[in-house]
């Protein structure tokens, strides 16, 4: 399987790499023909950036460079089994009549993206992105008594190339090749009381995959009047095992936006965002204990999440070309391998700068 995977990763760089020779042999005027009476696709306006959750969602004109800062805040309560929400209490032995000694009752992820973006040519816009992590899960002891745990770090490093499809009037589309290397810890330890020591802490509260993972994909957007409206899908393939014995489930997941523009500075978005991710593959033997955080195949789950945003692009005065947006959102659905903590919301803040 692995082996599959680490073939197609080569076969899209080949395509990558293929596009970039045609590339520099195809005229400007082919790759973007103007449509008739269409106003052609404006990276200018405030809605040319997506709501500031989607990622890789813009290119940039040949020479830009951009650099940005997303500070993401998630609160996942409560638990789920499948589409239902349960109670933490009753998923424990003592108190109720699951199997488990320990459970977590919620969880907080505040996170900090560092990333930048270089284009050298108009069809390529190289882009990286750091993440530093906070983590912290509360939880609840069969015995009635409760613990929290917390990790931080830097996390998994992402680098890659956004490729031009094609340039049509008012739309356009690129692919979206990415990888991400495992600089993010998988050996965080905590203090858990009813272990009485320092112990590996469970798969959540890792702070990385520890396996080299290819997220390739692709983003459609449109133009027209004060509206905008956008498409991304995305997929996440964990390449190998990692130095623990096991791989994060694979992923795929699709966005789709609209906007409006209600001034030259200022747009409004909203976004629909699917996720389906699989339960992990292997098993770190050092993560073990009677909490289904602890347990490879309790990690599964599917999401639809509603996002409202807004975005700000400065016109004028000493932050002019400055961008700000902000977006939160909440699931209308999800489905989990629970128990498990399901998301119930979250907030994104960012700064954009191009050069
Ligand atoms: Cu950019």
């Not at 009549?97 to 050298?120: C, D, K, L, V």
């Not at 108009?122 to 912290?136: E, F, G, H, S």
């Not at 049509?168 to 998988?186: F, W």
């Not at 203090?191 to 080299?212: C, D, E, H, K, N």
Request: charged share 15%; aromatic share 10%; with cysteine.
């Amino acid at each position: 399987m692995k082996s599959l995977q680490f073939t197609l990763v080569i076969t899209l760089f080949t395509a990558l790499f293929a596009t970039l020779q045609a590339d520099s042999t195809v005229p400007k005027e082919i790759v973007s023909e103007p449509h008739g009476s269409t106003i052609p696709w404006d990276a200018n306006r405030v809605d040319s950036h997506a709501p500031i959750g989607v990622m890789g969602d813009h290119t940039h004109h040949t020479g830009e460079i951009m650099l940005s800062h997303r500070f993401m805040y998630m609160d996942m309560r409560p638990n789920y089994v499948g589409s239902n929400k349960v109670s933490a209490s009753s998923q424990l032995s003592m108190q109720g009549s699951g199997p488990f000694q320990i459970m977590p009752t919620n969880m907080q992820t505040q996170m900090h993206m560092f990333g930048t973006m270089y284009a050298p040519t108009n069809r390529l816009t190289l882009m990286a992105m750091i993440p530093v992590i906070d983590k912290q899960m509360d939880h609840i002891v069969a015995n009635g008594t409760t613990f929290s745990t917390a990790t931080n770090g830097i996390g998994d490093f992402k680098f890659g190339g956004l490729v031009g499809l094609f340039e049509k009037g008012n739309t356009r589309a690129h692919l979206n090749l990415i990888m991400s290397a495992p600089t993010g810890s998988i050996e965080e330890t905590g203090f858990v009381p009813p272990a009485a020591g320092t112990i590996r802490l469970p798969y959540p509260m890792q702070l990385g995959s520890g396996t080299w993972d290819f997220k390739p994909g692709i983003t459609w957007l449109g133009q027209g009047g004060n509206l905008s409206w956008g498409a991304q899908l995305r997929s996440t393939i964990r390449i190998n095992d990692n130095g623990a014995g096991y791989s994060l489930g694979d992923e795929v997941g699709a966005d789709i936006w609209g906007a409006f523009r209600l001034s030259d500075a200022i747009s409004t978005s909203l976004r629909l965002s699917a996720n389906i991710w699989g339960d992990i593959e292997g098993r770190d033997p050092m993560i073990m204990g009677p909490v289904p955080t602890s347990d490879p195949n309790n990690q599964a789950g599917e999401r639809i999440d509603v996002f409202a945003g807004l975005n700000y692009h400065c016109q004028n005065g000493f932050f002019k070309g400055h961008r700000l947006a902000i977006e939160a959102g909440t699931p209308i659905y999800q489905d989990l391998n629970g128990p498990r903590l399901g998301m119930d919301w979250m907030v994104i803040v960012g700064w954009q700068k191009a050069f």
